[in-house]
C-alpha cells in the first residue's frame, strides 16, 4: 500500500505557473504508474497527465500539452506536475494516483491509491 500527499498548490494570476509535488509513502515508489487528475468545481474528475514508474513513458490530455510537464524522482518518492502558462479554466482540484505498473495509465478508475488533493486557483 502507498499513501500520497499532495503540495504547491495555490492561487495565481493566468499566464503564471505552479509547481505540484506528490510525495509517496513506502519503498516500492520505483513499481507505481503515477498519475494526476483534476476536479473543478460542478464537473467529473477528469485526466491530466501520467508517468511509468522509469519515467520514460508520458502522457498527457489534449488541454495541457506544451504547458505541463509530469515527471518523477524515484529517490525522492516524488512526483511533480510543472504547470505553465495557466488558465483560469485550470482552476481545479488536483490528485495524484498511483497503481502498479501494467494497472493504470489515464483513467481514473484504475488507480487504486489517491490523495487528499491540492487546490489550484487561477484567477483572469
Known amino acids: 500500500q502507498v499513501q500520497l500527499v499532495e503540495s504547491g498548490g495555490g492561487l495565481v494570476q493566468a499566464g503564471g505557473s505552479l509547481r505540484l509535488s506528490c510525495a509517496a509513502s513506502?519503498?516500492?515508489?520505483?513499481?507505481?504508474?503515477m498519475g494526476w487528475f483534476r476536479q473543478a468545481p460542478g464537473k467529473e474528475r477528469e485526466f491530466v497527465a501520467c508517468?511509468?514508474?522509469?519515467?520514460?513513458?508520458?502522457s498527457y490530455a489534449d488541454s495541457v500539452k506544451g504547458r505541463f510537464t509530469i515527471s518523477r524522482d524515484n529517490a525522492k518518492n516524488t512526483m511533480y506536475l510543472q504547470m505553465n502558462n495557466l488558465k483560469p479554466e485550470d482552476t481545479a482540484v488536483y490528485y495524484c494516483?498511483?497503481?502498479?505498473?501494467?494497472?493504470?495509465?489515464?483513467?481514473?478508475?484504475?488507480?487504486?491509491?489517491w490523495g487528499q488533493g491540492t487546490q489550484a486557483t487561477v484567477s483572469s
Open positions: 494516483a498511483a497503481d502498479y505498473d501494467g494497472r493504470a495509465w489515464s483513467r481514473s478508475s484504475d488507480y487504486a491509491y
Open positions: 513506502g519503498r516500492t515508489f520505483n513499481s507505481y504508474t
Open positions: 508517468i511509468g514508474s522509469n519515467g520514460l513513458t508520458r
